[in-house]
């Protein structure tokens, strides 16, 4: 059986090198008949003229260049019907070489799921894949072959809007979820129906933008750039993504769209990526803006040498680079490059024997309607919610209650949970199609029990005349459920705030709805942590709901009544103040570390506040409890080619059933460089029955013990580690020692 099954590995490993050999026959038979002008439109990317996201470049003789063969690819074209069009044209040109499509489908498709950062939250790698999958067969189905996702960006500053879009602020944690998506998006192989290439980004470091504010100049070494930051792209390498995208910003003052150390170095040199690099909308012709490129021409220059190999949006390879090849400045060979790797996309999507394989309205029909896709909405929705307070059981809600007040400014709002990056579709009623917070309540309560509805104010704004109905409404209810947080349209890109506070009076609302003596749950929907002070002190029961999407309403609705217990941990680190910006969980000691949250004096401090967050990285309570017991190590000493096998008994000792993610933390206690107080190396999702035990287990190998030294050298060091077993960074409930010899 085993000689069988070798040899059916042989001859499938066989044929897939035979299948990409003649592909790139293909390839270089068709860059043979292709003049200059042709290569560098398949280098050159338009938007169509609808829902954009950038600022558009007219161009009214688009139609026609695509009948020259003149573009390589369009984004923000939607639907079957349009992209078949543009196809139409496509096949008019000498060569007919196909377009791509592309789009942001960044959380969904028709069927929208939580944000990214709320998916980070589920800590279920199966769940946020199953995401994409969904996502990535649904737009498969509308004619897309590209998606501008994952962004893996590491985000350590909640001011910086698009923290919405990615993981959160830990590389294992990033890494993971990196594999997780791009292996959703492509799902068993590209050119499959249900499948559409991923696009990593931004590649690099966009989320360390100076100061949080959106496409601002990052400065790090270089060791921060390997160990903190990178990992998650190559993660997302291994997962086999098909493209990448560079980012806006510049990297030690080189932009990244020219920076060869990213791009030609690291990505294509190192790393050995075979796909292609997009630019972000425009972030070529902005080298100029920058001042490092003297004018589009320049920055042509500049952006093609690095390795960026399609221009999204600026026109600089459409009006220069010939002239730059013309001249000398160029070589043919550094066109021929970019574009056999843009072909070679194309012929692993199959479209050469099809360019219209993925305009199937039949198909698109029946994939943008199948219920199974809202179930999987509705899984992850509820996976994704945090529960950051529960004092005196306040939840679940009991289902006898006679009369709920259902008050805030977000309750009946529907498109809003759809968060920021959702695709619109123009046919689409999306007040139809979205459940928002009322009608999933709504839908959960019985006969006997009386909805009560009041808005209470706006999200922004200084009118409280809304304060006066909502106090009459709440006084007549037994439970109060509170709806507050941002606008949806205020976490995303180009949305950095300087103020995270709840905004507008909004937290005036919740110190109303204390002052009535009712129980009050609130429910914060937001794209990023925010600082809520008095809500975190004061109100009883917190649900963190962030954006969730096409079933936001019942998913909260069936968390809200224990339908399902709340299980996620939050990605992030929430401050108490802006002030302690940047603060992530696995920062480094010093050599005047504070011995406690409260010192003051000669000891790393503030004089105002303490230095522990408001709630900390992997932070989430259950409505059950967990208790922790009976740590054990294989050994306290192993040689670098051994293992640590790490157990410990978790056990549900509350009254209903619960998921737990359970989190393993290393110290190094000593290194030739300074270390993290604590880093993720392992996570469990654990779901256990009342009263029920599981021995849960963790391997610890070199691998986990390693980092890059002074001289980018990636080692583990001999010397003693402390191994952590928590239900948060900050809540360490088993520890032991153990030591890793020469």
């Given at each position: 059986?085993?000689?069988?099954?070798?040899?059916?590995?042989?001859?499938?490993?066989?044929?897939?090198?035979?299948?990409?050999?003649?592909?790139?026959?293909?390839?270089?038979?068709?860059?043979?008949?292709?003049?200059?002008?042709?290569?560098?439109?398949?280098?050159?990317?338009?938007?169509?003229?609808?829902?954009?996201?950038?600022?558009?470049?007219?161009?009214?003789?688009?139609?026609?260049?695509?009948?020259?063969?003149?573009?390589?690819?369009?984004?923000?074209?939607?639907?079957?019907?349009?992209?078949?069009?543009?196809?139409?044209?496509?096949?008019?040109?000498?060569?007919?070489?196909?377009?791509?499509?592309?789009?942001?489908?960044?959380?969904?498709?028709?069927?929208?799921?939580?944000?990214?950062?709320?998916?980070?939250?589920?800590?279920?790698?199966?769940?946020?894949?199953?995401?994409?999958?969904?996502?990535?067969?649904?737009?498969?189905?509308?004619?897309?072959?590209?998606?501008?996702?994952?962004?893996?960006?590491?985000?350590?500053?909640?001011?910086?809007?698009?923290?919405?879009?990615?993981a959160g602020e830990d590389t294992y944690l990033g890494s993971?979820?990196?594999?997780?998506?791009?292996?959703?998006?492509?799902?068993?192989?590209?050119?499959?129906?249900?499948?559409?290439?991923?696009?990593?980004?931004?590649?690099?470091?966009?989320?360390?933008?100076?100061?949080?504010?959106?496409?601002?100049?990052?400065?790090?070494?270089?060791?921060?750039?390997?160990?903190?930051?990178?990992?998650?792209?190559?993660?997302?390498?291994?997962?086999?993504?098909?493209?990448?995208?560079?980012?806006?910003?510049?990297?030690?003052?080189?932009?990244?769209?020219?920076?060869?150390?990213?791009?030609?170095?690291?990505?294509?040199?190192?790393?050995?990526?075979?796909?292609?690099?997009?630019?972000?909308?425009?972030?070529?012709?902005?080298?100029?803006?920058?001042?490092?490129?003297?004018?589009?021409?320049?920055?042509?220059?500049?952006?093609?040498?690095?390795?960026?190999?399609?221009?999204?949006?600026?026109?600089?390879y459409r009006y220069n680079l010939a002239e730059l090849v013309?001249?000398?400045?160029?070589?043919?060979?550094?066109?021929?490059?970019?574009?056999?790797?843009?072909?070679?996309?194309?012929?692993?999507?199959?479209?050469?024997?099809?360019?219209?394989?993925?305009?199937?309205?039949?198909?698109?029909?029946?994939?943008?309607?199948?219920?199974?896709?809202?179930?999987?909405?509705?899984?992850?929705?509820?996976?994704?919610?945090?529960?950051?307070?529960?004092?005196?059981?306040?939840?679940?809600?009991?289902?006898?209650?006679?009369?709920?007040?259902?008050?805030?400014?977000?309750?009946?709002?529907?498109?809003?949970?759809?968060?920021?990056?959702?695709?619109?579709?123009?046919?689409?009623?999306?007040?139809?199609?979205?459940?928002?917070?009322?009608?999933?309540?709504?839908?959960?309560?019985?006969?006997?029990?009386?909805?009560?509805?009041?808005?209470?104010?706006?999200?922004?704004?200084?009118?409280?005349?809304?304060?006066?109905?909502?106090?009459?409404?709440?006084?007549?209810?037994?439970?109060?459920?509170?709806?507050?947080?941002?606008?949806?349209?205020?976490?995303?890109?180009?949305?950095?705030?300087?103020?995270?506070?709840?905004?507008?009076?909004?937290?005036?609302?919740?110190?109303?709805?204390?002052?009535?003596?009712?129980?009050?749950?609130?429910?914060?929907?937001?794209?990023?942590?925010?600082?809520?002070?008095?809500?975190?002190?004061?109100?009883?029961?917190?649900?963190?709901?962030?954006?969730?999407?096409?079933?936001?309403?019942?998913?909260?609705?069936?968390?809200?009544?224990?339908?399902?217990?709340?299980?996620?941990?939050?990605?992030?680190?929430?401050?108490?103040?802006?002030?302690?910006?940047?603060?992530?969980?696995?920062?480094?000691?010093?050599?005047?570390?504070?011995?406690?949250?409260?010192?003051?004096?000669?000891?790393?401090?503030?004089?105002?506040?303490?230095?522990?967050?408001?709630?900390?990285?992997?932070?989430?309570?259950?409505?059950?409890?967990?208790?922790?017991?009976?740590?054990?190590?294989?050994?306290?000493?192993?040689?670098?080619?051994?293992?640590?096998?790490?157990?410990?008994?978790?056990?549900?000792?509350?009254?209903?059933?619960?998921?737990?993610?359970?989190?393993?933390?290393?110290?190094?206690?000593?290194?030739?460089?300074?270390?993290?107080?604590?880093?993720?190396?392992?996570?469990?999702?654990?779901?256990?029955?009342?009263?029920?035990?599981?021995?849960?287990?963790?391997?610890?190998?070199?691998?986990?013990?390693?980092?890059?030294?002074?001289?980018?050298?990636?080692?583990?060091?001999?010397?003693?580690?402390?191994?952590?077993?928590?239900?948060?960074?900050?809540?360490?409930?088993?520890?032991?020692?153990?030591?890793?010899?020469?």
């Amino acid at each position: 059986m085993k000689k069988i099954t070798t040899m059916t590995l042989l001859m499938i490993s066989i044929f897939a090198m035979a299948q990409q050999q003649t592909i790139d026959q293909k390839v270089n038979d068709l860059l043979k008949k292709m003049t200059l002008e042709e290569k560098i439109g398949q280098l050159n990317q338009y938007t169509g003229d609808n829902q954009a996201t950038g600022p558009i470049t007219i161009n009214p003789n688009k139609q026609n260049e695509i009948k020259q063969g003149l573009i390589g690819s369009m984004l923000n074209i939607i639907g079957t019907k349009y992209t078949r069009q543009y196809q139409e044209l496509a096949m008019q040109s000498r060569l007919k070489i196909p377009l791509l499509f592309a789009q942001d489908v960044i959380h969904g498709y028709k069927t929208t799921f939580p944000i990214p950062l709320a998916e980070a939250a589920s800590w279920d790698l199966a769940a946020i894949e199953l995401a994409a999958r969904v996502a990535a067969t649904e737009a498969a189905s509308s004619g897309i072959h590209w998606t501008f996702a994952p962004m893996v960006d590491i985000g350590r500053d909640p001011r910086w809007g698009r923290v919405m879009e990615g993981a959160g602020e830990d590389t294992y944690l990033g890494s993971k979820i990196a594999y997780a998506r791009v292996k959703g998006f492509q799902g068993n192989k590209l050119g499959d129906l249900n499948s559409v290439m991923a696009c990593v980004k931004h590649f690099a470091v966009y989320g360390a933008a100076t100061g949080g504010r959106d496409y601002n100049s990052v400065d790090m070494s270089e060791r921060m750039l390997w160990e903190t930051y990178l990992p998650p792209f190559k993660a997302a390498l291994d997962a086999g993504a098909a493209t990448f995208m560079n980012s806006f910003n510049d990297l030690n003052g080189i932009p990244a769209t020219g920076n060869v150390h990213l791009q030609r170095d690291i990505l294509k040199g190192k790393w050995n990526f075979q796909g292609f690099v997009v630019s972000d909308w425009g972030s070529i012709g902005e080298m100029v803006a920058h001042g490092y490129s003297k004018d589009l021409k320049a920055a042509a220059y500049s952006a093609i040498t690095a390795g960026s190999d399609m221009d999204m949006e600026s026109n600089a390879y459409r009006y220069n680079l010939a002239e730059l090849v013309k001249e000398g400045k160029v070589s043919v060979d550094v066109i021929d490059d970019a574009v056999k790797r843009i072909l070679r996309k194309k012929f692993e999507l199959g479209l050469f024997d099809d360019p219209y394989r993925y305009s199937d309205g039949k198909r698109e029909t029946k994939e943008l309607n199948n219920p199974e896709n809202r179930k999987a909405a509705l899984d992850v929705a509820k996976k994704s919610i945090v529960l950051l307070k529960n004092e005196n059981e306040t939840l679940p809600l009991s289902k006898n209650l006679k009369t709920i007040a259902f008050i805030g400014p977000i309750v009946k709002e529907y498109k809003a949970n759809m968060g920021f990056w959702a695709v619109e579709l123009p046919e689409v009623n999306y007040n139809k199609w979205v459940v928002s917070q009322w009608d999933g309540m709504q839908n959960k309560v019985g006969k006997n029990t009386k909805l009560l509805y009041a808005k209470g104010c706006e999200v922004t704004g200084d009118n409280k005349d809304g304060f006066a109905e909502a106090i009459v409404t709440a006084k007549q209810a037994d439970v109060v459920i509170l709806s507050i947080g941002e606008k949806h349209d205020m976490s995303g890109e180009a949305k950095s705030r300087s103020d995270l506070h709840l905004p507008g009076v909004q937290e005036d609302l919740v110190k109303a709805m204390i002052a009535t003596g009712k129980p009050v749950v609130i429910l914060v929907n937001a794209g990023r942590p925010l600082v809520f002070n008095y809500t975190a002190d004061n109100a009883p029961a917190i649900l963190y709901t962030w954006w969730l999407g096409t079933e936001a309403g019942n998913a909260i609705a069936d968390v809200l009544f224990g339908d399902y217990n709340p299980s996620g941990k939050l990605p992030m680190t929430f401050p108490r103040e802006v002030g302690q910006i940047p603060i992530y969980y696995n920062h480094f000691s010093t050599g005047r570390p504070a011995p406690d949250e409260d010192a003051k004096g000669y000891v790393s401090s503030y004089i105002d506040l303490k230095n522990s967050p408001k709630f900390p990285f992997g932070y989430g309570l259950s409505y059950t409890k967990f208790d922790y017991s009976g740590l054990k190590l294989s050994s306290v000493k192993i040689k670098s080619n051994e293992n640590i096998k790490v157990s410990f008994q978790l056990s549900n000792v509350g009254k209903v059933a619960g998921e737990e993610v359970v989190q393993l933390y290393i110290k190094d206690k000593f290194g030739s460089v300074v270390r993290p107080i604590l880093e993720l190396r392992d996570f469990q999702k654990v779901k256990l029955k009342a009263g029920e035990s599981k021995t849960i287990e963790f391997t610890i190998d070199k691998e986990k013990l390693s980092f890059y030294n002074d001289k980018l050298e990636w080692n583990a060091e001999p010397g003693d580690f402390e191994v952590m077993i928590g239900a948060s960074s900050a809540n360490i409930k088993l520890k032991s020692g153990f030591e890793l010899l020469e």
